[in-house]
C-alpha cells in the first residue's frame, strides 16, 4: 500500500492507501491533502485560515488606498518595460516581466494586503508544496514585492525561499502525514536528518506555519518553553494529541484530583517532558511550575482563594476548567477547546510576561518585608539583626529564613541588568503598583543596583 523512498523519507502514495486514509484521517483534513494543486490562489488566499497559540504574527489586514496606488505604478512601470523588450525580441526576459506584471494584477484584486505567510500558504494550496512547483513563482513574488512601494503584502517570503531550497514544506508535510506522530521541529529535524541547529529550527517551524495556514498540520501544546508539537491534521481525532510531555497538563491533572496549595504546586511533579520544561531526570523545577500556573490561571483554568489558615493561597480548577476536564475523560484524544487554551493566549499590548509578573511578585514580597525590616529596627533601636529578622517573621507569617535572606542583602533582581530594572521594569511596575513602585525608586540605591 505505501512505498516509501528511503534516501529522501517521502512517500508515495497508491490508490489502496488513499481508500485506507479517507477512513480513518480526520475528514475535512484529508480533503484538503487531496485538493492540494488544485484550488486558484485568488481562492486559496481568502479562505478564512486562522492560527493558535502564544506567537502568531501572520495576520492580514485591509489594504489602503495608499497601497492601492502603489501597485498602480509599479504596473504602469511594467508595461512600459514591457513594451521595450517586445520590441527588442528579448522573449526570455519578456516572459519573466510577464510574470511579475500577472503577480500585481492578482495582488491588487484581492482587495487586502496578506501576510507573506498567507501569500505561502495560498501558493501551495494552487501548486502543490513542492520545490519545482513554488521555487520558481515564489521567486516571482519575492522580485515583484521589491518593486512596490510598501510591499505587496506583510512580512518577508525570505523564510519560505530558504526552506523551499531545502524542500521543507513537502518533507515535513510527507514525514507527518505518514503517521499519527507528535514532533517537535528538533525531532522533525532528526527524522528528516538534518543537524538540529536553530537556523533549521527555525525554518522548519516556519514551515509548520505556512502548513498550519493551509490546514494541514495541528499545533501541539509545548514540550519545551517556545517549541510547539505538531502532528498532521489527519491526525488530529487520534491519543498522540494527548500532551503528557507538557507541564501546564501535568499540573492542570494534578488539580483536577483536589485542590492544592500553591507553595505544594510548585513541588517537583512528574511528567513526560524535555530537559528545557524541567530537570534532566522530569521533574518540573519550582519557577518552571509557578509559571505554568500563572498560564492556567490566564486561559480561566484554574483559580485561586485565601486559605481559611490565613496564610497562603490554594488553587483549584475553575468552572471551566473541571467542564473541559469531564469532557476531555470521555475522549480518546486532546480536546479541542482544551488544546487552544494549552496553547497560550497571546499576552495583550503592554502585558507582562509570565516571567515578569514572577519578577513583580517577588519585589513585592521584597519590598514589603524590607519595609517592615526598617520600621522595625526604628522601633527597638539597636538591637541586633536577628531580634529584628525573629520579630518580622512572626508578624508577617514569612519564613525565618526568608525574611532573613532579605535582612542580609538579598535581591530579587540580582539577575536582572540594572539598564532593563530602570527602563522597561520598574515603570511598569510603577503603573500597575504606584505604592510599591515609589518605594522601589527610594529604595533602589540600598540594593547596590
Not at 42 to 70: C, W, Y
Not at 193 to 200: A, G, I, K, Q, S
Not at 290 to 306: N, T, W, Y
Request: net charge positive; charged share 25%; proline share 4%.
Amino acid at each position: 500500500m505505501l512505498r516509501v523512498v528511503a534516501a529522501e523519507q517521502h512517500f508515495i502514495p497508491d490508490a489502496a492507501y488513499f481508500v485506507h486514509m479517507a477512513h480513518v484521517h480526520h475528514k475535512d483534513s484529508h480533503a484538503i491533502v487531496q485538493q492540494l494543486g488544485r484550488v486558484t490562489f485568488q481562492d486559496a488566499i481568502k479562505f478564512p485560515l486562522e492560527r493558535f497559540g502564544s506567537r502568531v504574527t501572520s495576520q492580514k489586514r485591509h489594504a489602503s488606498p495608499k497601497d492601492a496606488a502603489a501597485i498602480a505604478r509599479a504596473i504602469e512601470k511594467y508595461q512600459t518595460k514591457i513594451s521595450q523588450l517586445a520590441r527588442s525580441g528579448r522573449r526570455s526576459q519578456l516572459a519573466a516581466w510577464n510574470a511579475r506584471a500577472r503577480v500585481l494584477s492578482v495582488m491588487r484584486s484581492i482587495g487586502f494586503k496578506p501576510h507573506a505567510n498567507h501569500v505561502a500558504a495560498a501558493l501551495a494550496l494552487e501548486r502543490g508544496l513542492s520545490e519545482e512547483a513554488l521555487l520558481p513563482v515564489v521567486n516571482c513574488f519575492l522580485t515583484a514585492n521589491k518593486h512596490v512601494e510598501g510591499g505587496l503584502f506583510i512580512g518577508s517570503l525570505t523564510q519560505v525561499h530558504s526552506s523551499l531550497k531545502q524542500d521543507l514544506p513537502k518533507r515535513v508535510h510527507d514525514l507527518l502525514h505518514r503517521a499519527p506522530q507528535a514532533m517537535s521541529s528538533a525531532e522533525i529535524a532528526k527524522q528528516l536528518e538534518l543537524p538540529v541547529t536553530r537556523r533549521n529550527r527555525a525554518l522548519i517551524t516556519h514551515t509548520l506555519g505556512v502548513l498550519d495556514l493551509m490546514g494541514l498540520t495541528y499545533k501541539l501544546p509545548a514540550a519545551e518553553s517556545t517549541y510547539y508539537k505538531w502532528v498532521h491534521a489527519c491526525h488530529q481525532n487520534t491519543a498522540e494529541t494527548i500532551p503528557e510531555w507538557n507541564l501546564d497538563w501535568n499540573v492542570l491533572s494534578r488539580l483536577s484530583q483536589k485542590p492544592q496549595k500553591i507553595s505544594e504546586l510548585s513541588l517537583p511533579i512528574k511528567f513526560r517532558g524535555g530537559i528545557m520544561a524541567g530537570s534532566p531526570d522530569g521533574l518540573a523545577v519550582d519557577h518552571s511550575t509557578k509559571l505554568s500556573f500563572l498560564r492556567l490561571k490566564k486561559s480561566g483554568l484554574v483559580s485561586v482563594r485565601s486559605l481559611k489558615s490565613g496564610f497562603g493561597m490554594e488553587a483549584y480548577l475553575s468552572k471551566r476548567g473541571r467542564n473541559l476536564l469531564k469532557e476531555q475523560a470521555r475522549l480518546p484524544y486532546l480536546h479541542h477547546e482544551l488544546r487552544l487554551a494549552l496553547l497560550r493566549l497571546p499576552r495583550a499590548e503592554g502585558e507582562l510576561k509570565e516571567t515578569d509578573v514572577l519578577l513583580l511578585n517577588r519585589v513585592a514580597k521584597w519590598a514589603a518585608i524590607h519595609s517592615a525590616l526598617a520600621r522595625e529596627q526604628r522601633a527597638i533601636g539597636a538591637a541586633s539583626l536577628l531580634d529584628c529578622v525573629n520579630e518580622v517573621s512572626k508578624r508577617s507569617g514569612y519564613r525565618h529564613s526568608v525574611v532573613y535572606g532579605i535582612a542580609s542583602g538579598q535581591i530579587p533582581w540580582k539577575n536582572v541588568s540594572p539598564d532593563r530594572l530602570q527602563k522597561k521594569l520598574l515603570p511598569q511596575f510603577i503603573m500597575r503598583e504606584p505604592v510599591l513602585g515609589k518605594y522601589l525608586k527610594e529604595h533602589l540605591g540600598d540594593t547596590g543596583k
